[in-house]
């Protein structure tokens, strides 16, 4: 009998063990189920072919016309439940037959921002050498009238816009605006002119705009257009879509100087190597009307740029500064730089940390040999 008891129990037991592992098992389905369908939906999303971001430019009807960011343009169909649309949004379209889905929301000014250098640069005027008449115009021309605006209200002169800095490679051009815009605490835009009409084709008018729009934001600002030539320099023919985008955007930039919108606080600086083939619309007054030219260091300014970047070199006590001086007629303060950082590699090669005359000496020698062969490679592809 108490066998029976036994084993009675032993039977619910297991029974009950049972129950338990089926409800266990039964979670677990439950879990894994889920899991399943959560990693099915996100493998539709892998199989779902990306969405292209375009512009839309106009709307026909119930189409409307989209810009490709490869520049094409095509009439497209309106998705369903797409939100009201008008020209300027930006849209995600299917790929295979561009139906606008729906719209997105993009910031305005994020293109400016990510294409343009913005900086608060820190360049004292003691680094640049020489050049101190063409500080003396900067000052004059860019510092005063954004350090006291109210003198020119007061006399009652408009100060100039912009100021046009012209001549040779790395004479310090770019160094001066920087100089200035450090004097004045102002925020630095710096544009290329090149990059503006090749990396960003058919938005180079768009962008001028905005940089003008952001520099007034930022202001007092200092509007930096390197290469300016790139985009004013003066055109035979207007043939080619390139050429056309080129036109509109110094279009652009000539209607921001003479601009509705006062510029204020805003001063441009142009800058290039290219004054000869500039459009004069460009240096017409009230527009970039000081011109500045930045020629190659005379001896004294040679001497006041060896002198500047070799501040923190350890050498020799019986340097002849002369002869380094004499040796170097006709480099640029680029290639006066280049000399100094040549001679310090000649010392570390020779396990030294003082430079010597001969290291100048052999700095000047590679220097002017990379200069020479500059040259020629550019005769070479030119005639
Ligand atoms: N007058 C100068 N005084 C001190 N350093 C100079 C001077 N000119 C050039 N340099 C040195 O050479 C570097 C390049 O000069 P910078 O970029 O100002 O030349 P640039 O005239 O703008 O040339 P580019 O026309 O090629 O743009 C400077 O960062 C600086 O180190
Ligand atoms: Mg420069």
Redesign the pocket.
Known sequence: MGNGSVKQDKIEEAFFSYVNDVSGLEDENRALKEHNETLERELEKFRRAPLIVCEIRDLIEDKAIVRLPNGNEFLVEIGKNCDALKAGDGVLAEQKNLTVIRRILTNKKFDVERFVVIEKPTVPWD?????HEQERDIKEVIELPLKKPDLFRQVGIQPPKGIL?H????????????AVAASTNSTFIEVVGSELVQKFIGEGAKLVKEIFQLAREKAPSIVFI??IDAIAATRVDVGTSGEREVQRTFMQLLSEIDGFEPLGNVKIIG???RKDILDTAMVRPGRLDRLIY?PL?DAD?RK??LR??TRDMKHDKDIDHEEIIKLTEAF???????VCTEAGYCAIRNDRVKITQQDFLDAIKKVSEEVRRENTEFKGMFG
Not at 169 to 178: C, D, E, I, Q, V
Not at 332 to 338: D, N, R, V
């Open positions: 680094a640049v050498g020489g050049l800095l001549g040779p490679p790395g004479t310090g051009k770019t160094l001066l605006a920087k390197d290469e800058c290039t190597n930045v260091p300014g006041e740029i500047i970047h640029s303060g680029a290639e006066l730089k280049a």
